[in-house]
């Protein structure tokens, strides 16, 4: 049984949740990559907290489009 609290989680770098590493991402499905080839805007599928030096995530956000726009914006 493991009392380890989900916000104490450290990266292999050693950065945690607060961390100015440990940023929102906007992750796409693949149909959205190709849009956005395209040069056409379109809207994340979902928004992974993770570390941008060593790419661990940290946690996975999704929901409809209005909420995750929302998301970034709270976050940025
Ligand atoms: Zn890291």
């Known amino acids: 049984m493991s009392t380890q609290a989900r916000d104490a989680r450290i990266c292999a770098c050693g950065?945690?949740?607060?961390?100015?590493?440990?940023?929102?991402?906007?992750?796409?499905?693949?149909?959205?990559?190709?849009?956005?080839?395209?040069?056409?805007?379109?809207p994340p599928k979902r928004i992974n907290i993770e570390c941008d030096r060593c790419g661990e995530v940290f946690e996975v956000i999704e929901g409809d489009r209005e909420f995750l726009e929302k998301y970034m914006l709270r976050n940025r």
Do not use: A
Request: overall charge positive; hydrophobic content about 40%.
């Open 15 to 42: 950065y945690s949740v607060g961390d100015p590493w440990v940023v929102p991402k906007q992750r796409y499905s693949l149909f959205g990559w190709f849009v956005m080839s395209c040069g056409i805007s379109y």
